[in-house]
């Protein structure tokens, strides 16, 4: 096992201060290693736009007005991937972002950016939560181990005995593998 390093409260403060300021969260993460997306979710909900590679969560909930994407290429190379998908990010920065977020109605506001921003919410907010988020987990993992459970346990276990010694006997053998 290892360790698992703990979080200071003051860097958690800092998190609570950081994201109700941040308007376009960025994340350009290599395809396919997008994790679960939580900080993008979350910025969602303080009115942040995300600007990210379409994977994970953002390739779900991304609808072409609640944000912006970058399009990832797994199939090349790592080094052609990110001159390819860094050349795309700046592009975008420079000819949407950039400009979006500078833009002023004829009374000063940001008008355009504002709307992205709510499509943002109005897009992410009721279909990335905690309730969500559980009921996958209810659904796609707890439900199923459940039921694995009780069917192992039936009948005085008999599978449950019968699963642990072959895992057993597997074990044992995978040296000569």
């Not at 993008?40 to 736009?49: D, H, Q």
């Not at 919410?121 to 694995?148: C, E, K």
């Not at 069917?151 to 005995?161: E, K, Y």
Request: charged share 25%.
């Amino acid at each position: 096992r290892r360790a698992v390093p703990q979080v200071e409260q003051s860097q958690l403060g800092l998190a609570s201060e950081l994201y109700p300021g941040v308007e376009c969260w960025l994340n350009v993460h290599g395809c396919p290693k997008g994790a679960c997306g939580t900080s993008g979710m979350k910025e969602a909900v303080n009115g942040g736009i995300n600007l990210g590679v379409l994977d994970g969560w953002w390739e779900e909930a991304w609808d072409g007005e609640n944000g912006w994407a970058i399009t990832p290429h797994p199939d090349l190379d790592a080094a052609t991937r990110d001159q390819d998908e860094s050349a795309e990010l700046l592009n975008i920065l420079e000819q949407e972002v950039v400009p979006l977020y500078f833009s002023r109605n004829g009374d000063g506001e940001r008008e355009a950016w504002i709307e992205k921003s709510k499509a943002s919410m109005r897009s992410v907010l009721p279909h990335f939560n905690g309730m969500r988020m559980a009921a996958d987990y209810l659904r796609d993992f707890y439900g199923p181990a459940a039921r694995q459970g009780k069917l192992l346990a039936d009948n005085g276990a008999v599978c449950a005995t019968q699963l642990a010694r072959w895992r057993s006997k597997v074990e044992n053998a995978w040296p000569m593998v």
